[in-house]
């Protein structure tokens, strides 16, 4: 890629799940999206939010990201 | 599905249209959409509009909503 | 299509790239869309950006928008 | 109308009151503004308030919208 | 109560969740938020949200908003 | 008025001018919306701007503010 | 006008339609605004949409802005 | 209160309102929240509204604000 | 708890502070509001912030966030 | 300056503090950007926040807001 | 550059203003921006206005951005 | 510093990139804002972003903050 060409990119928003914190939901959720879409270029995080468990400790990380990736040609 | 798994969701953005009101609306959506994705877990709504006949009424509501799913590993 | 009949429409967001400038694109981004996706119907512009070369030209501009397109029964 | 020819839509912000509910609402705010203004194309919810009567019950749903009709040229 | 005089209200945000629809859930919690807090003025939406089945139709809508009330001197 | 009767209001977006301050400038708006709509109901205010003097004083504030009215049916 | 004069602008909010381009939807709107309120100071836009024809093409861009006006004394 | 030690504040949205200016009603909220709550920290203005009197007077400014205070452990 | 009942959530604003990082502040905010309120369900972020030492290093880091808990019939 | 020139703008975001009001935390924010930064047009108010004392009195208003310069050629 | 390096942008807001349209209101403040500052990397569209003539015409776009650029070390 | 004196801020938008976390891009940007502003007090995170190495793994994160320092008089 080299800036100047005409080129398209598509963005679509996952939520990744982690209770090893927020980093761990991130790489979570672009693994998947690395899998079974085209090749990822980035990654913006929406929101962060999360479940809390019985005994009052967090219990998960929920990250709601979108990651972006260029179409082809 | 429990709390502390690692896990991925996928949200999309839809927009059911129905005159029957609001609600009617949101249940368009998710059922096209639950039968054409994997299955469906929660919606958003992010925008209530509409359109108007030519005589003052309300013709269809248009609900923009975001449907998530869990994507299977 | 005529108003006031059920039906659902889809929104994917995507980012057109074009050095000759914003309309173009817009433009570059819907004709993709148009090829990969059902029918579009609109587009609604969510940011606009671009890359500066070295000598402090825009030497690219990027688009994100939104693109919708009606979902078949 | 007919899409690619040159024309002008004006937007007002309306408050539809009503105690039947929000559908009940909006089309009040619609039904006049169809009276008052010239003909209207369509609307967009923008907030939903309401009155919570002495006994706990809503009273009545206060739907903030906006409506949109095309300006003769 | 008259317009001009000091006084002071306070917004709590809580959650109504129904399967009959917006204003059932908006009821639920305006409803329990009367009984627990001081008396009610007023309540303003927030987001809407829901839970789908696993046959696709929409189980429950959760509508998250703030109740406003009073302060006592 | 009374709560739970069907009525409408419309929103109008003003700008008031004033080098006194900022309730000032919401007054003049105010007041002259006063005179030229229907009678108002109440007002929010969207921005607080202003000019700067050659002397680096503020030499006016501009406050950008909603002022609703009912609506006669 | 002179800095530190209190003074009032309303704004009203219009969406110009062209298929020129960005500019060209601006200006309409901008001339028929010019037209039939008072004498305009100034714009903003609000959002950018558009129409997609069935090639693919954009036949027509929405330019949603606010146009701002001095109300006389 | 050190910086660098663990602690945890809570905030509270609260309305106060007076006929005397933004900065009253901002006291008056501030002072009834100080009596009921813990200590205050310190306050967010989220809104600035108000009631118009049948003269066109402004009768009263309302303002939204969140106060914070910290919680003892 | 099973969807499709009726039952109301409330949510509170906290901040967590922490010198350890993000996640540890978010736990020390979640385990505060789980002793004082009633047993907590979820947390979402609201803002990220931190203090800056004399010597340029973060001394701690503030994370606002809504925590929400079932309320109980 | 005249309109249809091309020039350009700089803005800054800057927090003026003061005990005595709204008015005099932007004087001060604008008196001090004056003397350091070039000749100042405007100013834009991004927030209004403030100090509560022991005593439950607001000790002092921090306003945040954006200035704006011309640069020179 | 290459990624997964540390390094540090600064983002600086400039208002480009130019009577022939959008584009060549972004690039007057790149170009103005690139000879004062070090090296810009890329723009951000913050917001478009503009100035209307006497005769109903935009005399000039004025576009808010955000231009960034990386820190030497 | 004391509270209730006159004093002002700046605040300075700067981007911290780091593979090592979250943390880590912050203290970057803030180290090196403090080596070459005045002494920050706080900063605010505004956006996460990151970037993605062709094998599907995080290679950095960029995290975009707000730092704050006094301006000395």
Chains 1, 2, 3, 4, 5, 6, 7, 8, 9, 10, 11, 12 share one sequence.
Not at 5 to 19: A, L, N, P, T
Not at 24 to 40: C, D, F, G, N, Y
Not at 42 to 64: L, N
Request: hydrophobic residues 40%; charged residues 30%.
């Amino acid at each position: 890629m080299s800036y100047g060409e005409d080129r398209i990119y598509k963005k679509v928003e996952v939520i990744g799940v982690s209770k090893r914190g927020i980093e761990a939901a991130i790489q979570a959720a672009v693994s998947k999206a690395h899998r079974t879409l085209e090749k990822l270029s980035w990654f913006e995080v929406q929101d962060i939010r999360g479940h809390v468990a019985d005994d009052g400790t967090v219990s998960e990380y929920q990250v709601v990201l979108k990651v972006a990736f260029q179409l082809k040609e």
